[in-house]
């Protein structure tokens, strides 16, 4: 079992270039999927675009069109299955600043959605985003094969659903009224954002219609990555300026949450967050030389500064 996330092979330059490439994929397709409007719905369509079209690291994406990748799937499929996980994943955020959830001003070093528009608009643009991606899902150009295309909306309902993003986040809301130990702030933060991760992982091998064997592998990659990348969120929240990291930090020691961090400390901390990304890449043995970017990835998100 590797103990660290040490990748011999890891070259950031070659793997930021390629992080870019996938998320100007993503980028365009999202572009295509939530055009502009006139009239009075002109001002959902423009927060809807703020929302979506305004950075991020693009991480859910990068795994979707690699995944898909593994499995030989249509470049231009994978990245409209990429968009919809992308449009959930920013409606989560939308929906997480508003004043009576996290009440964040700053997001991807912008205004946050409520602040530059208000919160009602921020509210439905959230909704716009969570119906649009199901609506992509849905549509045939996704993929021909329509048992195919349900599996995918089954699978992002499920990830999004009360038995994951939201039910997380639920748990989340009501954390700071119970001590939360190691293993409930493990489940709390499986459900909230290892959730969107796994399906991310999920929808290549969908897409590649893959075998149980590698549908377990991805699974077992999926979950040990998010909660290295979790961890790491963790961190950044204690150690990193809300300059760098483009949102405001130093917010779960203010709330009093228990977290990885307030549990383990920076240090035992950091160090699951690079065991678990070591124990990721090994999960991707099967793909040999065709999962290099999944285990570069995997190394990138315990080393990030956003
Ligand atoms: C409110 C419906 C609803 C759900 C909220 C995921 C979530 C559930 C809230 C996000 C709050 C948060 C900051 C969680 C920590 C981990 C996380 C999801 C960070 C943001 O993801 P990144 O770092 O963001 O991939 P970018 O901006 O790069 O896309």
Redesign the pocket.
Known sequence: MATSSQNSNFNRKKFEAQLHNSANEVERTLDRLLKKVSGPEGRLMEAVRYASLG??????PFLTLHTAALFNVDAAQAARVAAAI?MV??????????PS??DDDL??GQPTCHIKFDDATAILA?DALLARAFEVLSNEQTHQDAAVRIELVEALAKA?GPQG??G??ML?LVAHQHNLDMSEVARL?RM??GA?IDVACMAGGILGKATEHARHMLHGYARDLGLA??IT?DLLDVEGNAETV??QTGKDAGQGKATFVSLLGVDAAREQARLLSGQAQEHLAMFEKKGEPLRDLAHFVVE?L?
Request: contains cysteine; glycine residues 12%.
């Open positions: 950075g991020g690291k693009r991480i859910r992308e994943h920013c409606y989560s955020l939308v929906h997480d600043d508003l959830m996290d997001r991807r959230g999004a993003m939201v997380g986040q989340d933060q909230k954002t969107l990348f979790q969120d483009g949102k990030r956003s």
